[in-house]
């Protein structure tokens, strides 16, 4: 295999983003980038995306492809900051438009900051394929934790967004606006019926009772061990676990700061008249 790949885990965030390369062509894709963001003062911040135009820089590579798995809630994208370095195209679900339906509305977006489909140059659907040196990425729509949930396949190879984590966490919460249990548990079973040497690529680690952060796994050991999809988990089940869990988990510390801005692609809202660009937090609209 000619592919090349690297993790790159941020702390703050429990985010792996990924540098996708063909060692032949030197042709290169980034995977779910992530803005350092602190919310008490407002400041962002680049440094993982300048460790990672730094091994680009390092290596000679061309990077066709900036890829989202979905549009995330817990991180701002660095998709903008890094196209602009690059000139790649950013890559989303066809389905990214629900979700900024959704969120144009509860954000109450109004003139350059609405989001459209144009803030993405790549919508892509199932079964698309998307080249890269000798070889391909492969388009599997994997719905559940958002309606524009994929996950991203080259060569033995998957990269899996929020569908599935680690083994000993199990899976991704539901209850975004437009996400669905069901829904969920379908998307992990068509990836469960991937061949058992399929490598998972997580995007986050929360890393359970301690443990050092992971974020590389088969299909084989998923059905063996994921605490919430092993082989006796029934459809029902799993729904059923996965709505009472979620009752139970807090809103993401970033949900509003990130969402805003991921839904554009990883645009910051329009700087105004004084020079200042502004996160809008609805109050009581959750």
């Not at 950013?90 to 109004?110: D, E, G, M, P, W």
């Not at 949930?149 to 569908?163: E, K, L, N, P």
């Not at 069901?182 to 992990?188: N, R």
């Not at 502004?278 to 009581?284: S, T």
Request: include cysteine; charged fraction near 20%; hydrophobic fraction near 40%.
């Amino acid at each position: 295999m000619t592919i090349s790949i690297q993790g790159f885990f941020d702390p703050n965030s429990n985010t792996i983003s990924y540098l996708v390369y063909d060692k032949a062509s030197k042709k290169a894709a980034i995977i779910d980038p992530v803005l350092e963001f602190t919310a008490n003062d407002g400041h962002i911040t680049t440094q993982s995306a300048d460790v990672i135009l730094s091994i680009v820089e390092k290596l000679s590579l061309e990077v066709n492809w900036i890829m989202e798995t979905h549009a995330h809630a817990d991180h701002l994208s660095a998709a903008q900051y890094l196209q602009k370095a690059l000139s790649a195209d950013i890559v989303a679900s066809h389905h990214i438009t629900q979700v900024q339906a959704i969120f144009n509305k509860l954000f109450n977006l109004q003139g350059e900051d609405v989001a459209n489909k144009d803030d993405f140059q790549k919508l892509v659907k199932e079964g698309d394929i998307l080249p890269l040196g000798n070889s391909c990425f492969h388009i599997i729509e994997t719905p559940g934790h958002t309606p524009a949930c994929v996950s991203y396949q080259i060569d033995d190879a998957v990269f899996v967004g929020d569908t599935i984590f680690m083994p000993d966490f199990g899976s991704a919460r539901c209850d975004f606006p437009g996400g669905d249990a069901k829904q969920l548990y379908h998307s992990i079973q068509r990836l469960l019926a991937l061949p058992d040497n399929t490598r998972l690529f997580m995007c986050h680690d929360y890393m359970p009772n301690g443990r050092e952060v992971e974020w590389e796994t088969t299909v084989a050991i998923q059905k063996q061990r994921n605490i919430h999809v092993h082989k006796q988990i029934t459809e029902q089940d799993f729904i059923q676990m996965r709505q009472q869990r979620d009752k139970q988990l807090p809103v993401p510390q970033l949900l509003l700061p990130s969402i805003q801005v991921n839904i554009r692609a990883g645009k910051l809202p329009t700087v105004e008249s004084n020079q200042t660009a502004y996160l809008k937090l609805p109050i009581n609209a959750l």
